[in-house]
């Protein structure tokens, strides 16, 4: 109940933030209710429909992070003191963001499934002609045959339950017993993530390049979903491991970033925006090397698809796309936001000390300009070496 008092007292800004959590739980929702109707329309092909369930894993994660971000930003979990004279403790201001994020995330579900129904013609009516001008067809939907509607419910759960579960995690109190002079070297210090997240994105893209020879064409067992596109699955286990080694050489790609800014004897400006990148690069990176990973997926997906037309895209395969893209971008667009958040003081000190507001527009431009000459062509190359193998 508080949970959702506080939801309904939110700024407008806070409540849309959460209005695109429910967004996107929509349509992870409506993804996983086509396998189930893709499974009650085709008994016999149940491996067909397990590969479509399984990449459902994609946006689901993907919703999972950008709800777990959202609640870092949300201004009710930042209110430590005033909670805690309520009797709430960080633990229980965890669990009650974890319950605001399953909320929404069950508003979102609920929703995805009365407009699988609506499109079913479950709910009165003939079904309607809406799924086929998006190119849905009753194959996905499994119209006119019945559909097992608690095993919707229990299936959709799984969208709420890992949102708050993520959400519960990300915002356990960590470092309550440490003072801030002994936290503010810590979060200055450089992560150690870079060598490690290199070698196992080299590791994913050299087992891309073992796995795709001479499978590319041949049909694959993990199609995706809405058509029969193959897709390996050792190319796709490469294209995980790489994943896997972008998100953890994030944090280390933007303290290097830092480092190269305050590189040699920089001036006011420079240090400034070195300092910054440094000091966030823990909060800024594992968004930005999720975004990196998915922009170099995209990236090698789409050169290959217009590359072999035998491949075309289904419309299914295009919403979890949309929801990962947008997830992903939201994510990173909410953490620099909390960066900026947590630079309030630091800035407010500056602006008293003289600093023109200029000069502050300028580092924050130095540092998004640092970031992308440094990530960009590290996405690019890593994407360009995840394609090659799938075209020879």
Same mark, same amino acid.
């Given at each position: 109940?508080?949970?959702?008092?506080?939801? %309904?007292?939110?700024?407008?800004?806070?409540?849309?933030? %959460?209005?695109?959590?429910?967004?996107?739980?929509?349509?992870?929702?409506?993804?996983?209710?086509?396998?189930?109707?893709?499974?009650?329309?085709?008994?016999?092909?149940?491996?067909?429909?397990?590969?479509?369930?399984?990449?459902?894993?994609?946006?689901?994660?993907?919703?999972?992070?950008?709800?777990?971000?959202?609640?870092?930003?949300?201004?009710?979990? %930042?209110?430590?003191?005033?909670?805690?004279?309520?009797?709430?403790?960080?633990?229980?201001?965890?669990?009650?963001?974890? *319950?605001?994020?399953?909320?929404?995330?069950?508003?979102?579900?609920?929703?995805?499934?009365?407009?699988?129904? %609506?499109?079913?013609?479950?709910?009165?009516?003939?079904?309607?002609?809406?799924?086929?001008?998006?190119?849905?067809?009753?194959?996905?939907?499994?119209?006119?045959?019945?559909?097992?509607?608690?095993?919707?419910?229990?299936?959709?759960?799984?969208?709420?339950?890992?949102?708050?579960?993520?959400? *519960?995690?990300?915002?356990?109190?960590?470092?309550?017993?440490?003072?801030?002079?002994?936290?503010?070297?810590?979060?200055?210090?450089?992560?150690?993530?870079?060598?490690?997240?290199?070698?196992?994105?080299?590791?994913?893209?050299?087992?891309?390049?073992?796995?795709?020879?001479?499978?590319?064409?041949?049909?694959?067992?993990?199609?995706?979903?809405?058509?029969?596109?193959?897709?390996?699955?050792?190319?796709?286990?490469?294209?995980?491991?790489?994943?896997?080694?972008?998100?953890?050489?994030?944090?280390?790609?933007?303290?290097?970033?830092?480092?190269?800014?305050?590189?040699?004897?920089?001036?006011?400006?420079?240090?400034?925006?070195?300092?910054?990148?440094?000091?966030?690069?823990?909060?800024?990176?594992?968004?930005?090397?999720?975004?990196?990973?998915?922009?170099?997926?995209?990236?090698?997906?789409?050169?290959?698809?217009?590359?072999?037309?035998?491949?075309?895209?289904?419309?299914?395969?295009?919403?979890?796309?949309?929801?990962?893209?947008?997830?992903?971008?939201?994510?990173?667009?909410?953490?620099?936001?909390?960066?900026?958040?947590?630079? *309030?003081?630091?800035?407010?000190?500056?602006?008293?000390?003289?600093?023109?507001?200029?000069?502050?527009?300028?580092?924050?431009?130095?540092?998004?300009?640092?970031?992308?000459?440094?990530?960009?062509?590290?996405?690019?190359?890593?994407?360009?070496?995840?394609?090659?193998?799938?075209?020879?």
């Amino acid at each position: 109940m508080l949970a959702l008092r506080l939801a %309904r007292r939110s700024h407008p800004v806070v409540l849309l933030r %959460r209005l695109f959590v429910t967004a996107a739980a929509f349509g992870t929702g409506f993804l996983l209710l086509s396998t189930l109707g893709h499974a009650a329309g085709h008994p016999a092909s149940a491996d067909d429909s397990l590969a479509r369930l399984l990449w459902c894993a994609a946006p689901l994660a993907a919703t999972a992070q950008l709800a777990a971000s959202v609640a870092r930003t949300d201004p009710a979990a %930042r209110l430590h003191r005033g909670m805690a004279a309520a009797g709430l403790g960080p633990l229980r201001l965890a669990l009650l963001a974890a *319950a605001s994020t399953a909320l929404f995330c069950l508003l979102g579900v609920l929703l995805s499934l009365l407009a699988f129904l %609506r499109l079913r013609g479950d709910l009165g009516g003939a079904p309607s002609t809406a799924a086929g001008g998006f190119g849905i067809g009753s194959d996905v939907l499994g119209t006119g045959h019945p559909f097992p509607l608690v095993g919707a419910l229990m299936l959709l759960s799984i969208v709420p339950l890992t949102a708050a579960a993520t959400t *519960a995690v990300a915002l356990r109190p960590r470092s309550a017993d440490i003072s801030p002079e002994a936290e503010a070297p810590t979060k200055a210090a450089n992560p150690s993530g870079l060598p490690w997240g290199m070698a196992l994105t080299a590791a994913g893209l050299a087992i891309e390049a073992y796995a795709s020879r001479g499978t590319v064409t041949s049909g694959g067992l993990l199609p995706l979903p809405g058509r029969l596109v193959s897709s390996p699955p050792g190319v796709l286990s490469g294209w995980a491991l790489s994943t896997v080694g972008l998100v953890l050489a994030g944090p280390g790609l933007v303290h290097l970033c830092g480092r190269l800014l305050c590189a040699g004897r920089p001036g006011g400006l420079r240090l400034l925006a070195g300092r910054v990148l440094q000091e966030e690069s823990r909060r800024l990176g594992r968004p930005l090397g999720v975004l990196c990973a998915v922009a170099s997926a995209t990236y090698a997906a789409v050169h290959v698809y217009d590359t072999e037309h035998t491949r075309p895209y289904g419309p299914l395969t295009a919403v979890g796309a949309t929801v990962v893209v947008a997830c992903v971008t939201a994510s990173a667009l909410t953490a620099a936001l909390e960066s900026r958040s947590a630079r *309030a003081r630091t800035t407010a000190a500056l602006r008293r000390l003289g600093a023109p507001g200029s000069t502050l527009r300028r580092a924050a431009a130095l540092r998004a300009a640092a970031v992308g000459i440094v990530v960009g062509p590290l996405t690019w190359a890593v994407a360009e070496m995840a394609t090659l193998p799938l075209l020879r």
